[in-house]
């Protein structure tokens, strides 16, 4: 079922079946005023960090901390959906079957996660804010999932994403230097927070808590081109494609992966050359690696391409959890994923193995 998901993940939106949903408002989300925020506090759990903010950011941050607004938001908005799916009985969400979980430890962990993420996303627009920066206001988004099961199984997916940025998000102001340095052990922090949630998810799902030693790392492009796929198009309060990221097309994985090495069939919407195109995996913390595309197949009347990759799971030492798959163009290895991303034409294809 998850494979399904991931696989038809940007078909089910492009069919946009899912019905738009929108945040709702009870408790000032995005801009509570103080008696909401003390509210939203303590379902989460605990309060907004303490300390000074940045009062001046580079271009880099800016749009590092835009992003991950916009992916904390997509984040409130997808686990109020989910709860309110369980507690309206919807079809598909009845969570007698959890056991050792009870409904109640469900629906309780749920309600902490919308307020944690609630104050992740409040707690970035503040950022942006204190450094003269516009804080962004939600879309309206769509989900391709339509169980609980499906949906905890993206959860799953969406919270590796975040914790493959996170990192790269502390690089990038660590290298910015001077007043954004004090961001740096915040993010440390939510890395942490979006683990425990994610152990959670692996936990439902019947997996092990902890998928690997070292995460995947991945890119900012990667995660943006990600979330778009959950904004429904023209209703967000901002213009998209003036974030300074990338939007990559579609690569998807067609084959179910195993914890082993084996080949992966691919689908694009558009052309690669197997001469001047090669796939790269981005796994734990070990280099990019590339190999290179074989059997390539063009169909004419939809336009769209297969192809086949080497995935050496084994043989390079890959990570348990998410895996990143990307076309690019060249064919050596890259040393950084910088690199990768500036050579990317479709993806992420988007790998989970356990
Ligand atoms: C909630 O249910 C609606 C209607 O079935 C569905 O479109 C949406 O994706 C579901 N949301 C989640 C997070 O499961
Ligand atoms: C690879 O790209 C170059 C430059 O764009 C082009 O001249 C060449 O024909 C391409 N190779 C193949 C095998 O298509
Ligand atoms: C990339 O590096 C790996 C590990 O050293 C190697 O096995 C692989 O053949 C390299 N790929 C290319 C295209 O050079």
Not at 59 to 71: D, P, Y
Not at 298 to 313: E, H, L, N, V
């Amino acid at each position: 079922m998850f494979l399904t998901t991931l696989a038809s993940l940007a078909l089910a939106i492009a069919s946009a079946s899912a019905i738009p949903y929108s945040i709702p408002t009870t408790d000032g989300f995005p801009f509570p005023n103080p008696t909401q925020l003390a509210s939203i506090e303590h379902i989460a759990g605990g309060s907004l960090p303490g300390g000074a903010l940045p009062t001046s950011l580079k271009a880099a941050g800016i749009t590092t901390l835009q992003l991950l607004s916009i992916n904390e938001q997509f984040e409130v908005a997808f686990f109020e959906s989910l709860l309110q799916n369980i507690t309206q009985n919807q079809r598909g969400y009845d969570l007698e079957c959890l056991t050792p979980f009870t409904p109640g430890y469900v629906i309780e962990t749920l309600e902490a996660v919308i307020a944690q993420e609630k104050l992740h996303a409040i707690g970035v627009n503040g950022i942006l804010k204190s450094a003269g920066q516009k804080a962004l206001s939600p879309c309206k988004y769509q989900f391709p999932v339509d169980t609980f099961q499906s949906a905890i199984a993206l959860a799953n997916t969406f919270t590796d994403i975040a914790l493959s940025i996170l990192p790269a998000a502390q690089s990038i102001f660590t290298t910015d230097g001077a007043d954004e340095d004090g961001i740096v052990p915040i993010l440390g922090s939510v890395i942490g927070q979006e683990g425990e949630q994610n152990g959670f998810y692996r936990l439902l799902r019947k997996k092990r808590p902890s998928s690997a030693p070292f995460l995947t790392l991945g890119s900012t492009d990667f995660a943006f081109t990600v979330v778009q796929q959950f904004l429904v198009p023209g209703s967000c309060p901002f213009e998209v494609s003036s974030i300074d990221l990338k939007t990559y097309g579609a690569l998807t994985v067609l084959t179910t992966p195993q914890a082993t090495n084996m080949d992966l069939h691919f689908e694009v919407s558009d052309n690669v050359n197997a001469g001047n195109n090669s796939v790269v995996y981005l796994s734990g913390q070990n280099l990019p690696f590339t190999v290179p595309i074989k059997h390539v197949r063009r169909d004419a009347t939809s336009g769209k391409t297969y192809f086949t990759a080497w995935f050496p799971f084994e043989e390079a030492g890959f990570a348990e959890g998410l895996t990143f798959a990307a076309v690019v163009n060249g064919k050596s290895n890259f040393t950084s994923i910088d690199a990768v991303a500036a050579a990317t034409v479709f993806g992420p294809g988007l790998i989970e193995v356990e």
